[in-house]
């Protein structure tokens, strides 16, 4: 986005987020992010990255929304998919956790930490803020993102039927307080992060309800199992 006046952006998502493009705050995001360019800050994930979870998931695709905070900050980690990180990177320990609790679920064992064949599966891995400096975990909030991320979440909510939302944690509960429990199914758990996998992620079983519901309600299941 710091590097085109039009985001690169599939285009049943443009559609419905134009106007939101156009708004102030977009536009002071961009100008923000062009700032971080000037100074010589890097920021992840790389540009051509930063919508990759609308690109790899279309609006009219979507089944599940896992919900995530902020990218990763390090290197070689984010790719604009939330929990997700780029192939032959160290899985972070919410990663681990979340494999955990599916192999505890569905007996699937996942090695890779490169979620891209769920995001193409109809899964929209979306973090509330896209962008952060490198080594600064949390640098980008407050700009403008958590407001644009709500309005992706409003976008399914009223465009979508029959999705999956996984809220793990305050946080994501918080920002999926708009969707419509009746149209929709809405799990909850406490984040998969190490401070609180303990308290009922692990044992949540979120992989398997979400594939009760889609084949409920005449939708493809998803295959958790990557390639």
Request: charged share 15%; proline share 6%.
């Amino acid at each position: 986005m710091a590097e085109t006046l039009t985001p690169k952006i599939e285009n049943s998502w443009l559609k419905v987020l134009n106007q939101e493009f156009q708004q102030a705050y977009m536009q002071q995001l961009k100008q923000f992010l062009i700032r971080e360019k000037q100074i010589k800050q890097v920021v992840y994930p790389p540009g051509s990255q930063i919508f990759a979870a609308f690109n790899h998931t279309p609006l009219t695709n979507v089944k599940v929304v896992i919900l995530g905070q902020d990218p990763y900050h390090g290197p070689g980690q984010a790719h604009g998919l939330s929990f997700s990180v780029q192939p032959g990177t160290a899985l972070p320990p919410s990663l681990k956790n979340i494999y955990k609790e599916l192999n505890s679920d569905l007996s699937v064992h996942n090695q890779t930490g490169d979620l891209t064949s769920w995001a193409k599966q109809g899964v929209l891995l979306l973090n509330s803020v896209l962008t952060v400096r490198q080594n600064q975990a949390a640098s980008h909030r407050d700009r403008g993102w958590e407001r644009f991320t709500d309005a992706v979440i409003t976008t399914v909510n009223s465009h979508c039927n029959h999705v999956v939302f996984m809220l793990w944690g305050s946080y994501a509960q918080q920002k999926g307080r708009v969707i419509d429990n009746k149209k929709h199914l809405i799990l909850q758990a406490p984040h998969p992060s190490p401070l609180s996998a303990h308290r009922g992620f692990f044992g949540c079983r979120h992989f398997s309800k979400a594939n009760d519901y889609l084949k409920k309600h005449h939708n493809t299941e998803i295959i958790w199992q990557l390639p």
